[in-house]
């Protein structure tokens, strides 16, 4: 029988907060992409994200102990309570040191950091406000939800880049099967700031760099980098036994999962003679790769134990970038053979963009929404086939289907590969 269950989701992302609105977006194919106004982006070559514009923490979390705490702290402590309520779960002091935060961030504390650095360095050390030096640890964020909604299990925090959030539920589902937790609030967060914007305008991976009109559109022939975006989602994963205890229900089950690295990837090579400065996602980079990801997938489906004929829905990471988009394809058939073509394949990232490691938890969110509403999420933006990607990508209009199984992919540049498998409750 499946130990672990979902029973609560919280998102907030750049087309829906809260996991009605976030489905329902998803379903219409809509996009969240505007001009940022976050931070001036006059000095950059391109102007918009995925940003989050209507977000009001006060909303969620009331005033109390708001003022001290960083984008990426709020965001993830909202996606937390919307989360707490969905599943309905009570924490009292008799249960509380068996709930855990697992949380997936990469880049959290950048902004923070900076911010903090840049007063110490010009007004001096000793007129730095040390109300703001816990935001500058990147497991800040998971730490004050613990602190906010006192939970007293266990707390982690990693980073894995794109796989972050996927590897954080994992963890988490590992403490419910070696029965060291009964609840898991497990997901992740990524923020949208200048510092990180920076650093992928200045790399040259984001659309519209090349002064043309940016656009996320994964598996087209257009693509030409990402939109960087940013979100956070959260989810209750609980021992079966227990959410059946209380009452809950059962949105869907974390049927099996599996990681792998891949060292072959040229982003881990050494730099210097013979080295591979200045490879890009959307270069050639995943040309060699594939290796982790098979092997990724190839566990997760022994984990479930399912067949690659039970899989009805790919939910894909490719974010637009030639390298990455091509490799999952070719992955795809190798593991998935004739059927892959009868599988399908989308990216939620044609709607919300890349949110790096909050892009796993956002993922998943959809793909519970797909289990639980029949829906498929589309790949919108697609136009001009690429002759290397030639699956049945779900282009620009959901799918009214009911699936029982969906695979839930992702890849790091970086080496990192994760693939979890969800799947109706009872089947």
């Not at 891949?262 to 210097?272: C, H, K, Y």
Request: glycine share 10%; proline share 4%.
């Amino acid at each position: 029988m499946d130990r672990v269950v979902i029973t609560g989701i919280g998102v907030l992302s750049p087309v829906g907060i809260g996991r009605k609105d976030f489905w329902e977006a998803l379903s219409q194919g809509k996009t969240g992409f505007r001009t940022i106004s976050l931070f001036d982006t006059a000095s950059f070559k391109v102007h918009i994200a995925g940003e989050i514009s209507d977000f009001d923490p006060v909303s969620f979390l009331g005033k109390k102990g708001l003022r001290t705490l960083d984008r990426s702290t709020r965001l993830l402590s909202s996606a937390a309570k919307l989360a707490i309520d969905d599943a309905n779960l009570q924490i009292t002091d008799e249960n509380t040191n068996s709930i855990g935060i697992s949380i997936g961030t990469t880049f959290g504390s950048l902004h923070s950091i900076s911010q903090f650095d840049r007063e110490g360095l010009i007004e001096g050390p000793k007129y730095v406000n040390p109300s703001y030096f816990p935001n500058t640890v990147i497991n800040s964020p998971a730490s004050q939800v613990s602190i906010r909604f006192k939970i007293k299990g266990f707390n982690t925090t990693i980073s894995t880049g794109f796989c972050a959030s996927l590897d954080a539920v994992i963890y988490a589902s590992d403490f419910i099967r070696l029965n060291r937790a009964d609840v898991v609030l497990a997901g992740g967060v990524e923020e949208l700031c200048e510092e990180t914007f920076l650093g992928f305008h200045n790399l040259g991976y984001l659309s519209g760099i090349d002064g043309s009109e940016p656009i996320s559109c994964p598996f087209d022939a257009r693509r030409n980098g990402i939109i960087l975006s940013e979100g956070a989602a959260v989810l209750v994963l609980e021992d079966l036994e227990h959410a059946l205890k209380r009452g809950a229900e059962i949105l869907a089950t974390v049927k099996g999962y599996g990681n792998s690295f891949d060292a072959s990837l040229p982003f881990n090579s050494p730099l210097g003679k013979g080295g591979y400065r200045g490879v890009k996602w959307s270069d050639d980079g995943f040309k060699h790769a594939g290796t982790g990801l098979k092997n990724a997938i190839t566990i997760a489906l022994k984990d479930a134990p399912l067949s690659p004929e039970d899989i009805g829905f790919i939910s894909a990471s490719a974010n637009s970038t030639k390298g990455l988009d091509r490799m999952e394809t070719r992955v795809i058939k190798e593991i998935f053979g004739a059927h892959a073509f009868n599988i399908l394949v989308s990216s939620i990232k044609s709607m919300v963009g890349e949110s790096f490691s909050a892009s796993g938890s956002l993922s998943l969110a959809a793909a519970v929404g797909a289990i639980k509403n029949g829906f498929i999420p589309p790949t919108v933006n697609y136009i001009e086939k690429d002759p290397e990607c030639d699956l049945d990508y779900v282009p620009n209009k959901a799918i009214q289907k009911n699936i029982n199984h969906v695979l839930v992919i992702s890849s790091d540049p970086y080496g990192q590969n994760t693939a979890i498998v969800l799947s109706r409750y009872d089947t």
